[in-house]
């Protein structure tokens, strides 16, 4: 793989924003928490009827005081009901604070999942600040669902509709213009959300973006202060930071269409309701009372209609986040393209591994059995990785700034294929080496073994059994594979040697370590193998890096070690003692390396040469010399003949 794939910094075509989601994709997320919901809805049923009682309860007492009527327990019991429903109002609020927070933790674990589990081809097509934007970011706007959607909605609904109802039994004239006045304002407000959902959606694209570009720049800061690009990097993060303010701003103008609106409409309809209700008041056509009770049902509507216009801003808004979050939750997981033959695949495949690992390393090199074999495999990338990378090439050239940009196997244009028809054979217990000139294609079929890809024709057979007939987990387990970048996870020392062997002990992570002479960097530090290696393992050398990678490995005891340029950033010294780790732990496994220093591999039992995807020669280093060009030629200038 290139570092393009795998690396920091990575840079790839932005991706078109996502459709926008409807309300139906929101549901599963809600449902999720439908006890609490159910909950919350019952309070909002019972605050509902609390709050629709306090203004018969007002109105009576002014009848009772009208009329020299003794008011009795009247007034506590309307002190009550105020008490009940703030109560009510205020574990209502508690409720949907937890749950919104949920919503948010839970569609964060579906994205991580997810993405974890996505083909390696999306990872090289997207960058990868904007998926970490779509799991912190994007998530967060779903919380505003609950806690300023949905706060109350059913409580709201019912005290909309019983004021409406009690309205209409006080003066149906009056209801008639109050909702002539509401339903003209919720009018424009629904047109206008729209737009509101459209902006979000490229607002959140946009601090996608953004995110990636910070990451990069603070990934490549070395490079960027040497390469005297502060500036220009500085240009283009805040070219982006600037469109995602402009977005911002559009929603912040919609939105503030919308407050006023609102504000009208409660004005308008306040003042028609005093001017012809006190007109009717002094027409006899109703009292006082009623007048008033009219008056507070009227207030009680401005929550719901509030309300209502909140959450229509949040929802659309959330629905735009939501957008790109349903994007990455409807891509194909990697396993999808899997055609496991099922358990007697696996046993076929494992039985020959077994029964070399019983009859020893001597063995091993004796029996006609094949490890890896490739039969006529060509392969394509995918169109839409291609452009990625193209792009990604043009933009590092652009602001010379991309940390490593390792293109050499990516094609010129979308209908070459890296590899032609390659048909070679790993017999278990040998060391093969593929060698060849940049671009030839052996990274890809490292990647091809590993199936972070798939060949776009012929097929990989491993123990005899097509790779695309095993499951992905089961066949990785047969494999060390250490990249050509070596990457570190941040944390310490033990972290990475466990990645594959969570079991391990710290004595067998010290003998590993020194094992690649890494005994020093254990020195130190008091800590030992606890100790930090910093962000993509800064606190270590290049050399380091790739010893600890290949440590890593070989703590694992996979049969197969998958080699890419492992010993590249070593000197001569550290890279003679790696040959002689690896020569120890090679005994019993087989070998498959790529290298472009032929002295690490003039004694390999195989030696493979790649030239623009194809096999130009096979043989031993002497063998190659004698009847392969181009390898004679690589000889020649490393001075080996």
């Not at 269409?257 to 007109?279: E, K, N």
């Not at 890593?552 to 590249?568: F, G, H, K, Q, Y």
Request: proline content about 4%; glycine content about 8%.
């Amino acid at each position: 793989m290139s570092s393009l794939a795998s690396g920091r910094g990575r840079r790839g075509r932005r991706v078109p924003e996502g459709p926008r989601a409807s309300f139906r994709q929101l549901l599963p997320f809600l449902l999720e928490h439908k006890r609490t919901l159910v909950v919350v809805a019952v309070l909002s049923v019972l605050g509902a009827a609390a709050t629709l009682a306090q203004p018969l309860l007002v109105g009576e007492v002014i009848s009772r005081v009208q009329n020299s009527v003794p008011l009795g327990g009247l007034v506590w019991l309307l002190v009550g009901f105020v008490v009940l429903s703030s109560v009510i109002s205020g574990y209502q609020h508690y409720l949907l604070q937890r749950t919104g927070t949920a919503v948010v933790y839970s569609s964060r674990r579906r994205l991580i999942a997810r993405i974890l589990r996505l083909p390696i081809s999306e990872f090289d097509a997207r960058r990868t600040g904007d998926l970490v934007s779509r799991v912190g970011t994007d998530t967060t706007l779903l919380y505003a669902v609950l806690t300023q959607g949905f706060a109350d909605a059913v409580g709201n609904a019912l005290i909309l509709v019983g004021a409406v109802v009690a309205m209409a039994f006080i003066d149906p004239l009056l209801l008639g213009l109050i909702v002539v006045v509401v339903g003209a304002s919720l009018a424009v407000v629904v047109l206008l959300s729209t737009r509101i959902r459209t902006a979000s959606a490229e607002q959140q694209a946009k601090v996608g973006e953004l995110s990636s570009g910070v990451e990069r720049a603070v990934g490549s800061i070395r490079i960027i202060l040497a390469s005297g690009a502060t500036e220009r990097e500085t240009a283009a993060v805040t070219q982006t930071a600037t469109a995602a303010y402009e977005a911002g701003v559009r929603i912040a103008r919609v939105s503030a269409l919308i407050v006023p609106i609102a504000f009208v409409a409660l004005q308008v309809s306040l003042l028609v309701v005093l001017g012809v209700g006190g007109y009717r008041v002094a027409s006899g056509a109703i009292d006082v009372a009623a007048l008033v009770t009219f008056v507070i049902f009227l207030f009680l509507l401005v929550q719901p209609l509030a309300s209502a216009i909140g959450a229509i801003t949040s929802v659309n808004q959330a629905l735009g986040a939501l957008g790109r979050i349903q994007e990455i939750l409807d891509l194909p997981l990697e396993s999808d393209g899997d055609r496991v033959g099922g358990a007697d695949s696996v046993a076929a495949s494992s039985a020959p591994a077994q029964a070399a690992s019983a009859s020893g390393a001597g063995a091993s090199h004796g029996t006609d059995a094949v490890a890896i074999e490739f039969r006529d495999v060509r392969f394509r990338y995918p169109d839409f990785v291609v452009k990625a990378r193209e792009a990604a090439a043009r933009e590092a050239r652009s602001m010379l700034a991309d940390v490593h940009l390792d293109t050499a196997d990516v094609p010129a244009d979308t209908d070459r294929e890296v590899l032609r028809g390659v048909s070679f054979t790993v017999p278990r217990g040998a060391r093969v080496a593929l060698v060849g000139p940049s671009g030839a294609g052996k990274s890809t079929v490292l990647s091809l073994v590993e199936r972070f890809y798939d060949p776009t024709a012929g097929a990989i057979l491993v123990d005899g059994v097509d790779a695309r007939d095993l499951p992905r987990e089961a066949l990785r387990a047969r494999f060390g594979y250490v990249e050509q970048d070596a990457p570190t996870l941040a944390g310490t020392i033990a972290d990475n040697l466990r990645l594959a062997s969570p079991a391990a002990s710290d004595a067998e992570c010290e003998r590993v370590l020194r094992a690649v002479n890494l005994g020093d960097v254990l020195e130190r530090s008091a800590l030992g193998i606890d100790a930090p290696v910093g962000e993509d393992g800064v606190m270590l050398s290049g050399g380091e890096r790739q010893r600890l990678a290949i440590a890593r490995a070989l703590l694992a005891a996979p049969p197969v070690l998958l080699l890419d340029e492992s010993t590249s950033s070593l000197d001569g010294v550290n890279e003679q003692r790696m040959r002689e780790a690896i020569d120890a732990v090679a005994t019993d496994r087989t070998l498959l390396v790529i290298a472009h220093r032929l002295s690490t591999v003039v004694d390999s039992d195989l030696i493979v040469v790649l030239e623009d995807g194809r096999v130009v020669g096979q043989g031993t280093h002497s063998e190659l010399v004698a009847s392969t060009p181009l390898y004679r030629e690589l000889a020649k200038h490393q001075l080996l003949v």
